[in-house]
């Protein structure tokens, strides 16, 4: 059957083996020191899906020794020298003595004994929390990696493609950076998910257990009180920025290609796109919270005392309509180049024209759909987290829950400085995106159809057609 070039095809996550992503990850730890600690578990977890119960038979025996912690290797064949690398388990007596994990449970109970192991978080000093919030935590970890790394290769873009005239190529040189700085590994918030009376006694009929509430009651209840969303999100793009610095004297790229590589082992380009919108969404609702301000400005942290008062401020909040625009804004600049790809004539990009258009298409589905995505749905069909994160009811999409969860985000206070950066990221990407809006609108009719002068669509045509395309975002996905 004859294949039409006219259709754009969804692209595939890429084909691999167990050896590639050893031979990603041995790159990584080697060559970049912080992956081989403080975000060693974050690394070995993004490149292949672990369900909470393949990750309790990998840590199983920690059952058997209470109080120790047993180190797992996740995937064979990992050395670096001096480490040991990975997964980390340990059940402890501060928790392992609740009903819910218990090894004798009532008829109709959904918990078990194995709930009790939990994992080790790397850069987080002694905190340990339960599997299902580590896969939470990893979850946002990669949206902030992944949103971080894109954004990365945009701004390389648009940086290499600038003109010093107002109005030209991709605007005047900028002078911000992505970089929000240090994040402090507060516990604050992941302290709650090891105490004992975070896991009360099951309700009794005449003297016996029922086995609820069950352990996933439980656990919905502390992550509605404890979100872990930012703190992923926040330590995530600390990565990011942190491997982007580490290849900054190689114009090659190597530790961000090789990032980039153990993405897309697990994620198509559509994901990509989706994490880059979702995460973008959720940061903006976050900082134009009233409690994250406030923390930004050295004030106490303000807290509404319930839902109905979280939606009754989240209703009057006037950024939300900006927050979209922004967001739709980029949109229409993906989109442009993707026009300006399409009338590319330069030689030196066949045959990978095809497969550019594809992968602008692919990353343009993928943000449109982040846009408006809900943070239930999103974690759920990107990540496979099939239980709640708190705040579910009437939080529609990243705005809404970012605004929501940084009235209730105990690790925001210990990271004003991180929260003021991403603050300023924010307001700077929204200036570059409304910036490269106003050029799209420059080309204006003259009554004859001519044009008054270089728009953008024009403008963009002309660096593609330069052949420039292969220092974009385009290049890495």
Known sequence: MATNPFILPDLPIAAHSEQDVTDSLNYLFKNFLPAAG????????????????????????????????????????????????????????????????????????????????????????????????????????????????????????????????????????????LDIGPVTPNQSPLSGFTQLASYPPYDKVMGVGTGEPSYLDDLSTLLGANPVTSIGLLYGWRAAEQLEGADAADPTQPL?????????????????????????????????????????????????????????????DPNIQSAKDFLVGFQDVLLAEFYALTQNSNATLSPDKNQALASYFNFLEGFHQGIATSGAVHFQETFQLAYGLGYKSGFTDGYTLGFATGYNDGFASGNAAAWKAADQIIDNLQDQITQLKNQLAQVKSQGNGAASGPGFWDIVGDVQKAGSLAVSVISML
């Open 38 to 177: 403080q975000y060693s578990l974050y690394f070995q977890l993004m490149p292949v899906f672990q369900s909470p119960t393949d990750l309790q038979t990998l840590l199983s025996d920690a059952l058997q020794s209470v109080g120790t912690v047993v180190t797992k290797p996740l995937h064979t064949g990992i050395a670096v020298p001096g480490v040991s690398v990975g997964i980390r388990g340990v059940v402890k007596t501060d928790w392992n003595t609740a009903d819910v994990f218990q090894s004798s449970q009532p008829p109709r109970s959904t918990s078990n004994q194995m709930n009790s192991v939990f994992i080790v978080l790397d850069g987080f000093p002694n905190t340990a929390v339960p599997i299902e919030v580590a896969c939470a935590l990893e979850a946002s970890f990669i949206d902030g990696f992944a949103t971080r790394l894109v954004l990365g290769q945009f701004k390389k873009f648009w940086d290499a493609n600038r003109d010093s005239a107002a109005g030209s190529g991709y605007g005047p040189p900028a002078n911000y950076n």
């Open 256 to 316: 961000t290609s090789e990032a980039f590589r153990l993405l897309k082992y697990r994620f198509s380009i559509r994901d990509l796109g989706e994490m880059t919108a979702f995460t973008l969404n959720y940061l903006n609702g976050a900082v134009e919270n009233d409690s994250i301000q406030s923390i930004i400005s050295g004030a106490g942290p303000q807290q509404p005392a319930d839902i109905g008062s979280i939606l009754s401020a989240l209703g009057s």
